[in-house]
């Protein structure tokens, strides 16, 4: 298997040193504690010659193309369409309610190949099935 690094988000814009895949020692810290630090996380690996990156984000997704259907999130999070305008302009379809903030809401934009995860339990399952993944893109490589 190829080597894999990751890289937890804490917050908007911090990230931890690059630890080895499946290092599970900080979301399991974070499993006890009561107020939410990890908003995602970065898996990075190298094929051929060039590095792959996969985004992995926890929270709330909404559809920026289907705004309309997204109005009870809107309104039970109270996100304003300004801040979703904003997003859009910037070139993304989706976007995500990060759980960080536990009364002051937090969006960002996600990626279209990025995933979101409701909680961080299916965090931990989404590294067991991606692990599983990247081994087999990487025996299909050799």
Known sequence: MKE???QYRIG???YTKEIPFLNMSLLEKQFSLSIPLITGATLSW???KKYENYNIYVGKEISLNHIDEEKYKLEKYQISLEELAD??????????ILNFKKYDQVIVGVEENALVVPDYFALKKTFFQ???MIESISKESL
Do not use: D, F, W
């Open 4 to 6: 894999i690094k990751m």
């Open 12 to 14: 908007t814009h911090s």
């Open 46 to 48: 190298k094929m051929k």
């Open 87 to 96: 997003l859009a302009v910037k070139g993304y379809k989706r976007a995500c």
């Open 130 to 132: 991606m692990k599983h």
